[in-house]
């Protein structure tokens, strides 16, 4: 399997470290009055589709990006990646 | 080269004389007895050139077998290749290239090949049947362990693997292209000539030594030449195109994910042992972005009784054997076909001047022009017939029982020759999961859905003639070129013509009453595949499973249709129902050590060496494994009696005088930023934000299932600059977790973290004049005072000219300091600190002796932090902040690991003085029975304290803070090291901390 | 009563509930062919080696059924107790090994602790003379070995029929009838069922049938390979498992050598790896026993693993009524495959846990009490 | 300690590991690349670009590639993050942190890792045997910088000037495992390495 990273280009599997469902970059709210029962979620319990999903790979042996991918679990067809804080951050070269 | 030595090989200059080279003789031996055979020849065309027919025995029943195909799919021919470390268990006589000095000998056989005990379990084959294992060999109930299962195994397996480590190296290696053409038939050529001349970056990988595949056998034309002579220029043409790249001995043996194929290229297989730097193997990677799998067919026998015996050979293979290699596999031959290409055997046999008995072709009229000719060769055409038995024995064929119309006939042959038609290659097509589509036309499976970015062409897609399969390889590799951006102009097809290849279905003969083989390597026969259906193993996986059918080491590649398709008559279905099995890589065998490459012995794994390495090696320090480094364990002086000595050496200098450890090993991560301190505060449990410039603090972080993850020091060096260590162990961990905080979680901070492990060499220098030694070696500048620099200060201090970073934090619980220099420095440094340290009366001292000293301070490492405690477990509950969220303080909450009897960490002593404690052992209440529910924890660390005069431990043991003075059982079945121990403070050394301060 | 999935815990829970609570009228109900999950695709190792409490004495409870499974169901399942050595070294892993043999003893398993010289005794073609990681002992349990797989489904299978089972095969669940939170029955593509209790024995699709309960669980999909190389006259006594990489090994009656190492660590459903973990497998081979070096691998596949989030399995009641889970196996399944089914038929015939598997809550997640053999915590593909 | 009798001897990362010698055609010319400052450059914020035109007159390129700019030699090695060589003595890190201030963190790195310059006619086959991506001119161009694993080892690699001339940086600690590695791997295309 070759994952492409945004960053360095189509890279064989062996550079990246697999975390998980991509919803655990939304850590929840540790003030809400029920963090208790979220976090349990956050941290325990996955939809692990057979099909699309997205996930949550870290470029270690490249860029050191976490890279959020999408990828069917059925396939092992990757649909995309991109880079995980790009949504909420700047990029140095723009 | 004497007719005498191979009585079998074509005379030059005949109408067939095959192409090997005839002025290369080469010697080689077969069970120990010479032989000869040219250059150009495999192990089985020699031997065959030499006049062996007896090869192996079979699996099960230890019958005689020949040579049965030309190629990779050969079930019978297997040998045990080379002696010694070098020898290889079950390889294919049929795809080794003969080389000068070759050694083969037979196997599975005992006393001989000739003579096998084991063949008399032909006598008792009805115990032998498919599933035998689950049914015989049960009773009595004892016996199973005793008797049959030791007994099984020896008898079970092929060839004998060697014993001694393999002394060749093999490499792996990376290649990408934008067109991979697999097989270089005549699809494959035209296909990677096609997108070779448009400049598209092209790997043609052809698994034999040879190009051309089935063109090197026969004896058609491509434009008016010999079709050899075409493969031979196309090949040319190729290798001359700087963007081609032809690897042949390279068998492509799997599809994986993202198009990536892997290969196995054979470098030195070929000659008697590789040469210096030259590996015996290499594993490719090929990421490419189309591929074209011309991969052809293989011939499929048919079933029918006695059709394991030596002479009984794929009708291809003969053609292989009489046009490639010049020798003859029969001078009398019967040919059984059910499709016009068998017809051709019988045509080429004939030019090769042996004997044609008759062609055997169960249908009931073909081709007039193949009759035609048959007759002209003097053949006899018995249409309608189908051979039913074939008689010989360990010296081959003798006759073949031949019933045409119910009418038998027995026709004297030494070689039968059988064609079922052809089975293309599909096994690269269904590696990703796609699924084979079944084809009436040829009574076969052909490519279904594909995996993207391939294309089939030629045989492999079910396209049997010359002529197409040349037009559609240049169409594939046109077309896979274009894809990747590439055009070229047509180029004019070579002339060739498409030879007759119907085809009708036949699997077995059903009239047939002797042993018929289905899958020849494992023994499967036709009664199995009826019993298999009688006992309701139907679906094809559990015939799979039952009978063993298509599990040998040709992976079925002869026996796989055939015996689905007998299921197939006795449930009654349609074969698209039944389906196929999805082969899995590899297609072919391949070498484990080809997949390991370098990564063997010691270069399993790469070896990280502080800069201080060389010294500790010529210092005589014993090493050890820490994570992928290897640090110090102890430095042994002579007159030690053991490791104990030294370490308890080691441990008294440091607490009396001064040690020096090195502990560049531990992980370093620079942080920096605005908002470095809020980030911080996150990731421990305990404050960091309140952290002077100039200090450092102890910190403890979790996963955020409230478990600890890790500990160490962090110090700040400025606002907006700290410097976080790590164990050695979790150092790479811990810096993904901390980027993953960064940019999945936080992405917002102004923070920044790097790893600066390597840029520093760090020694700890502990013991009462570890100030004097740093003064001495910073000299009298240099303020070291407890006022300059107190205890868990930090400073940046530099040492002639040099930058330096010196901590004032302790492992050990003495006045300690650790020192990092830039490691271009390190050895440097090492070597001064160590001759001012030798000077004080001080001592290096290794990870033993630093283990014993925070064992004895009660400091928690790796045996505590498992991955399993909660800093409550370890004592380190009050660090965690009530004030401020961080990671893992909402799960560190659960119940469960609130609950006040969880396993918390105590100190142990024996109660019988001197006695030696073991880690590992369970702690039981005193008194109660060594049964799990008395089970209260366990012993993590241990060590002989010379600072206690005896043997020390920590353990995690129920509600262990309250116990202490507890006198409760260590219980080590495992050491038999069973004793009272007394549960006490896990601080055995200065407790107050009177000396770290000092 | 219907049980979902004829693997083979399904298979055995449906035995163990007509065998030892008289329970007949159950139909044990398959996507597939019987025995065609991951009970047709493991590398057939059984042991009892664990460490925590509330996994060793279910396993050891697995490991006495082996024992007796031949003469229990009259048919061969080739149990084969040539023993399970997991190699050490270093000091901290002897220590390890040391606690969970000692954890052993105390439920009482046999366990034996043995030094580098013992295991050269035993296995002296091991690497001990170039070794990135030195072999410094191991841990033995003489009673581990291994199974013939296929034959234990087959034993089961016909052992439950024998006994009044139905067993459909090439019958997929689409959807389970749930009535004010309680299971009613099923619906499937041959028809729907009607059924009083239904138990979930679906390792690889435990999170779809979940889903189809309104659970989402604590699981999630990842695919194991394992390897067998061409036939070989004996040369590996017993299983062996590499202390310092992922590789584990043992022969077959037939002489292949069974061998495997880590799952390939990303979510997955498609039955298949990928090269990485081949390699990965491979280099552990040859650091451990260099002379495989000429052995050829001949066949590779994937199984689903269902992999849990402390690593361990979940028996249990769900939040549907009489709708039952048994789960999470990652890749220990086999070896536990009597006593799942003897404990799972127990929870669902009697409504309350075996207290062999008590300790396999779903809800010790959220309480805490996890069984983290690894200590890698909440994160899969790490146990 | 008196000041005579401290000397501090620098050593390279591969000190005492590469030999000067070797055949004169040999297909691999190996040289250690040790006279370097190095620096590892991390934006911080968004006035990153802007700054670093201010300070060295370039617009930085995106993505994994190299820019030369007054002797310092610039390269991608992440989304934020390059990694800075400049030959000789002078000290890189603390320029850089002088030239752009708040908008980078910069670490100096010079010890931290050790520099091949690898070339020869066979470089690219040889690099074809550790090296996962793919080096063929159409695809890794002369400003092209990879961070990659090499034979399980972390690896910068990139284009010195001429066309079969490659530079790899890697951790000090893995030089002795890297070169094992080479060197093996070189053996067939013969080796010779050249003092810098």
């Known amino acids: ?94 | 080269m004497s007719d005498m030595a191979q009585p079998n090989r074509l005379p030059a200059g005949g109408a067939i004389e095959g192409r090997v080279d005839r002025n290369r003789p080469l010697a080689f031996t077969f069970d120990g007895k010479s032989y000869s055979g040219y250059a150009g020849d495999t192990l089985a065309s020699a031997l065959i050139a030499a006049g062996v027919k007896l090869i192996g025995r079979s699996f099960k029943y230890h019958r005689p077998r020949g040579i049965f195909s030309a190629g990779p799919e050969e079930p019978n021919a297997l040998i045990e290749l080379r002696g010694g470390a070098r020898r290889e268990p079950n390889t294919r006589a049929t795809t080794i290239e003969l080389y000068d000095g070759l050694e083969a000998a037979s196997q599975n056989r005992w006393p001989s090949l000739a003579f096998d005990i084991l063949a008399i379990n032909q006598i008792a084959s009805p115990l032998f049947v498919g599933g035998f294992y689950y049914k015989t060999f049960m009773w009595p109930a004892s016996f199973w362990e005793k008797v049959y299962e030791p007994l099984i195994r020896r008898a079970a397996g092929l060839g004998r693997a060697s014993e001694s480590p393999d002394p060749d190296h093999y490499e792996k290696a990376y290649a990408f292209c934008d067109v991979l053409v697999v097989g270089s038939g005549p699809a494959g050529l035209a296909a990677a000539l096609a997108a070779g001349r448009s400049g598209a970056r092209v790997i043609l990988c052809e698994d034999d030594a040879q190009l051309g595949g089935r063109l090197l056998s026969e004896r058609q034309t491509i434009d008016d030449a010999p079709a050899h002579l075409f493969a031979a220029a196309a090949g040319g043409e190729l290798r001359s195109l700087p963007n081609v790249c032809v690897m042949s001995r390279t068998q492509v043996f799997g599809a994986y994910d993202s198009e990536v194929y892997g290969a196995l290229e054979r470098v030195a297989d070929h000659v008697t042992a590789p040469a210096a730097g030259v590996p015996r193997q290499r594993f490719w990677h090929i990421a490419a972005k189309r591929c074209v799998n011309a991969m052809g067919a293989t011939e499929r026998p048919i079933v029918f009784g006695g059709n394991d015996r030596p002479g009984v050979m794929l009708a291809s293979a003969v053609r292989t054997y009489l046009n490639r290699f010049g020798v003859l596999p029969g001078r009398k031959a019967v040919v059984f076909t059910t499709n016009d290409d068998g017809w051709r055997t019988a045509a080429d046999l004939v030019a090769a001047g042996a004997q044609v008995e008759a062609v055997v072709d169960p249908r009931a009229s073909v081709d007039e022009n193949l009759t035609k000719a048959a007759a002209a060769g003097g053949v006899r055409v018995l249409l309608g017939g189908y051979i039913v038995n074939v008689t010989g024995g360990a010296r081959g064929v003798t006759s073949a029982i031949v019933s045409v119309a119910g009418k038998r006939q027995i026709l004297t042959a030494d070689l039968v020759a059988v064609s079922g038609g052809w089975n293309p290659q599909v096994a690269l097509t269904t590696h990703r999961g796609g699924k084979p589509r079944w084809s009436d036309a040829l009574s076969t499976f052909v490519p279904g859905d594909l995996p993207d970015g391939m294309t089939v062409a030629g045989a492999a897609n079910g396209d049997l003639g010359l002529a197409e399969s040349l037009r559609k390889g240049s169409e594939a590799g046109a077309a896979a070129a274009a894809a990747c951006g590439f055009s070229a102009a047509p180029a004019p097809q070579p002339r060739a013509e498409d030879e007759p290849t119907a085809v009708a279905p036949l699997w077995h003969v059903a009239e047939s009453r002797h042993k018929a083989f289905v899958d020849l390597q494992n023994d499967v026969t036709a009664d199995d595949i009826t019993l298999a259906h009688a006992e309701g193993f139907r679906s094809i996986e559990h015939l799979k499973r039952y009978t063993t059918l298509g599990m040998a080491t040709d992976q079925g590649k002869t026996s796989n249709l055939n015996g689905h398709a007998m299921m197939a008559a006795l449930t009654g279905q349609a074969m698209s129902d039944v389906g196929t099995i999805l082969s899995r890589p590899p297609h072919q065998p391949v070498a484990i050590g080809a997949f390991a490459g370098h990564h063997r012995d010691r270069h399993f794994r790469p070896t990280r060496h502080t800069a201080g390495h060389a010294w500790a090696l010529e210092n005589g320090a014993v090493m050890v494994e820490a994570g992928p480094w290897l640090r110090p364990q102890y430095f042994p002086r002579s007159g030690e009696k053991d490791w104990l000595t030294t370490v308890v050496r080691e441990v008294r200098t440091v607490r009396s005088v001064v040690g020096v450890c090195d502990v560049s090993t531990l992980g370093r991560i620079d942080i920096q930023g605005r908002d470095a301190a809020a980030f911080l505060d996150r990731v421990y449990v305990n404050t960091f934000s309140t952290l002077p410039v100039g200090k450092a603090r102890y910190g403890v972080m979790l996963r955020e299932d409230g478990f600890v993850m890790d500990d160490g020091t962090t110090s700040r060096f400025a606002e907006d600059h700290y410097v976080m260590s790590t164990t050695t162990a979790n150092a790479a961990k811990i810096m993904q977790h901390l980027e993953f905080c960064h940019q999945a979680l936080w992405p917002e901070l102004d923070v920044s973290m790097v790893s600066v492990t390597e840029q520093w060499s760090q020694y700890a220098v502990a013991g009462p004049k570890a100030r004097e030694l740093l003064m001495q070696l910073y000299g009298p500048d240099v303020d070291l005072s407890n006022d300059a620099l107190p205890y868990m200060g930090c400073r940046e201090i530099p040492l002639r000219g040099i930058p330096t970073r010196l901590f004032r934090i302790s492992f050990s619980g003495e006045l300690a300091y650790e020192l990092a220099v830039p490691a271009r420095y390190g050895a440097a440094v090492l070597e001064a600190l160590m001759a001012l340290c030798g000077a004080l009366g001080g001592c290096p001292y290794g990870t033993e002796a630093q283990s014993v000293m925070r064992i004895e301070k009660g400091h928690v490492a790796g045996n505590e932090l498992n991955g399993q405690t909660v800093a409550r477990d370890l004592g380190l509950g009050r660090m965690m902040s009530t004030k401020r969220d961080y990671i893992g303080r909402v799960m560190a909450g659960r119940p469960a690991l609130m609950a006040p009897d969880r396993p918390t960490l105590v100190g142990i002593r024996p109660v019988e003085k001197g006695r030696r404690l073991t880690a590992g052992a369970h702690i039981l209440p005193g008194g109660a029975a060594a049964v799990a529910a008395n089970d209260q924890g366990y012993v993590t660390s241990v060590a002989y304290s010379p600072t206690c005069e005896g043997w020390i431990g920590l353990a995690l043991v129920v509600n262990g803070p309250a116990r202490h003075g507890e006198r409760v059982h260590a219980f080590d079945a495992m050491r038999n090291n069973d004793q009272d121990v007394v549960i006490c403070s896990p601080v055995f050394v200065d407790p107050e901390g009177v000396r770290l301060r000092g | 009563m219907v049980v979902v999935g004829a693997g083979g815990h399904g298979l055995a829970t449906a035995y163990y509930l007509a065998k030892n609570h008289g329970i007949s009228n159950v139909a044990l109900i398959e996507k597939g062919w019987l025995g065609g999950g991951n009970v047709g695709r493991n590398t057939t190792i059984i042991r009892s080696n664990y460490l925590l409490p509330g996994n060793e004495a279910f396993y050891e409870q697995s490991l006495k059924l082996w024992e007796g499974l031949e003469q229990d169901f009259n048919y061969n399942a080739m149990v084969s107790q040539r023993g399970v050595l997991n190699l050490y070294h270093s000091d901290a892993q002897r220590d390890a090994y040391a606690r969970r043999g000692n954890a052993m003893r105390l439920h009482g398993a046999d366990a034996e602790l043995l030094d580098r010289n013992a295991v050269k005794a035993m296995a002296p073609f091991l690497n001990f003379d170039d070794a990135r990681f030195p072999i410094q002992g191991g841990l033995l349990q003489r009673r581990g070995g291994t199974a013939r797989h296929d034959a234990v489904a087959w034993g089961f299978a016909r052992g439950a029929s024998d006994r009044g089972v139905d067993i459909i095969e090439n019958c997929e669940v689409v959807g389970l009838a749930i009535e004010d939170g309680r299971v009613v029955g099923l619906k499937t593509t041959r028809g729907d069922i009607k059924a009083k209790k239904v138990g979930l024995a679906v390792a690889g699709a435990t999170s779809q049938l979940g889903a189809m309960a309104g659970l989402r669980l604590p699981i999630e999909s990842h695919v194991l390979q394992a390897f067998v190389s061409e036939g070989l006259k004996p040369l590996v006594p017993g299983v062996i498992t590499f202390g310092a990489g992922h590789f584990y090994v043992s022969q077959s009656d037939k002489g292949g050598l069974v061998f495997g190492g880590d799952i390939d660590g990303y979510n997955s459903y498609a039955r298949r790896g990928n090269l990485p973990v081949v390699e990965d497998v491979c280099e552990s081979g040859m650091a451990l026993m260099p002379m495989i070096g000429r052995v050829r691998l001949l066949r590779s596949w994937g199984g689903l693993m269902d992999m849990s989030m402390d690593g361990s399995p979940i028996i249990d009641r769900t939040p549907v009524e009489n709708l039952f889970l048994n789960c999470g196996w990652c890749y220990g399944g086999f070896k536990a495959t009597p006593a799942s089914g003897w404990c799972f038929a127990h929870l669902i015939a009697t409504g309350q846990s075996h207290p062999n598997a008590a300790a396999y809550r779903l809800d010790r997640f959220a309480s805490g009490a996890v069984i983290d053999e690894k200590g890698a915590g909440a994160q899969p593909n790490l146990h | 300690m008196a000041d005579a009798a401290l000397q501090l001897k620098a050593r390279s990362a591969f000190d005492g590991l590469l030999v000067p010698g070797g055949p004169k055609d040999a297909g691999i010319v190996v040289t250690e690349r040790k006279d370097l400052q190095i620096a590892t450059v991390i934006a911080r914020s968004s006035g990153f670009a802007e700054a670093i035109k201010t300070a060295y007159g370039i617009a930085l390129p995106s993505g994994p590639k190299r820019i030369v700019v007054h002797e310092i030699t610039l390269l991608g090695t992440g989304p934020r993050a390059w990694f800075a060589l400049r030959a000789g003595e002078r000290p890189l890190a603390s320029d850089l942190e002088q030239s752009l201030g708040e908008h980078a963190a910069v670490a100096d790195q010079s010890d931290g890792y050790g520099v091949l310059r690898v070339s020869g006619a066979k470089v690219r086959a040889l690099l074809a045997k550790g090296v996962p991506i793919d080096l063929h001119p159409r695809a890794f161009a002369a400003d092209d910088v990879a961070v990659t694993v090499c034979s399980h080892i972390g690896i910068m690699l990139w284009r010195s000037d001429a066309d079969s001339s490659f530079d790899i940086a890697m951790f000090r600690s893995l030089c002795g495992s890297f070169w094992s590695w080479l060197s093996e791997s070189a053996e067939e295309f013969g080796l010779r390495v050249e003092a810098e």
């Open chain 1, 1 to 94: 399997m070759r994952i492409p990273c945004p960053f360095c280009g189509v890279r064989d599997l062996t550079e990246f470290t697999y975390l998980g469902d991509a919803s655990l970059a939304q850590r929840p709210d540790p003030a809400s009055p029920d963090a208790a029962a979220r976090f349990h979620e956050y941290v325990h319990l996955r939809d692990n589709p057979a099909g699309l999903h997205d996930e949550l790979w870290y470029h270690g042996g490249g860029c050191r990006s976490w890279l959020t991918v999408t990828r069917n679990t059925r396939t092992h067809v990757i649909e995309g990646a991109k880079l995980t804080r790009t949504s909420k951050s700047w990029t140095a070269t723009s």
